[in-house]
């Protein structure tokens, strides 16, 4: 799946792969709530539609992202997990958890995991690669 580019602006590249609020919303789901499965990012907050659920799952695998492979347990379910590109995502959304929290009315979950962000960046980013790359493992 070819993503087109507007331009060869660093922002405007980024954006033309992860613009729309689903994508980012998977990797979040996947890297800060351990969903993995389609069902489980269904019963997300932001009651995504299957349809788009299909298709951003589809762009994220196809620009290697996330991968998919069969749940252990179900040969029907997908697991979903984050590759080392979509672990190179996680700075970002700290970075959005930090601004939210600075100029949003966020849920008090979203201040908790500021507050862990800002005390531990590094400690944290480190955690979560290490967990999420043992679970893809």
């Known amino acids: 799946m070819k993503t087109s580019k507007r331009s060869f602006c660093p922002v405007s590249s980024a954006l033309d792969l992860l ?3 689903w994508s980012l ?8 709530q351990k969903k993995n499965t389609f069902k489980e990012f269904l019963e ?3 009651k995504i539609a299957t349809n788009i659920l299909s298709d951003r799952l589809s762009r994220l695998e196809a620009q290697g992202i996330v991968s998919k ?14 590759t080392q590109k979509g672990l190179d995502l996680l700075p970002i959304l700290f970075d959005v958890v930090l601004w939210s929290d600075k ?8 201040r908790a995991l500021a507050e862990e962000i800002r005390k531990d960046r590094q400690g944290l980013l480190e955690r979560l690669t290490k967990e999420l790359s043992q679970s893809s493992a």
């Open 44 to 46: 997300s907050d932001e």
């Open 19 to 21: 613009g729309d609020k």
């Open 25 to 32: 919303l998977i990797v979040r789901d996947i890297a800060l």
């Open 103 to 110: 100029y949003l009315e966020i849920a008090n979950e979203g």
């Open 69 to 82: 492979s069969d749940h252990p347990h179900n040969k029907v379910v997908k697991v979903y997990r984050l």
